[in-house]
């Protein structure tokens, strides 16, 4: 590699680091956590920071924490995010990651929705849509990346 395309990557590795990915979907199980969890390293090798709603403020164990977790959620995450990445498997989609996408839709940023179970077409009923017209769903990890990096 030359000297010319190390510098154009490394400029685009610190444009990147400027730039916040919100991951959002359920957080109920480990696995739903964990699937979380590899999108959020995937975005951390392409050189984003990240906002991961369990990690970075928590899980509400009772009614108490509901304000913390929804004043994070907000000032923490999604107030300077660039992109919202959604993990929609599942029979439905959580109702904290709608609200997040559609705060993001009026916001004007960025959502990329990943459905790794079933086609959209199989989930039409569940997604809706609305949800389905406001960003495109990918159904990879790789088709994620390779979104992701148009974007950016």
């Known amino acids: 590699m030359n000297r010319k395309a190390i510098t154009h990557t490394h400029r685009e590795t610190l444009n990147r680091k400027t730039k916040k990915v919100y991951i959002a979907g359920k957080i109920g199980t480990d696995s739903e956590r964990e699937m979380l969890e590899k999108i959020d390293l995937l975005c951390k090798e392409l050189g984003f920071e990240t906002f991961l709603p369990h990690r970075d403020v928590g899980i509400a164990q009772s009614i108490e924490d509901v304000k913390k977790i929804f004043e994070g959620d907000i000032n923490n995450g999604l107030k300077n995010t660039d992109l919202i990445i959604a993990i929609l498997d599942g029979l439905y989609v959580g109702a904290g990651t709608a609200w997040e996408l559609g705060y993001a839709y009026a916001k004007g940023i960025p959502a990329i929705g990943l459905k790794t179970d079933e086609s959209v077409e199989e989930a039409l ?14 159904k990879s990890a790789d088709e994620l990346r390779e979104k992701i990096e148009k974007l950016f």
């Open 125 to 138: 009923e569940q997604l809706s849509s609305i949800l389905i017209g406001s960003m495109p769903i990918v």
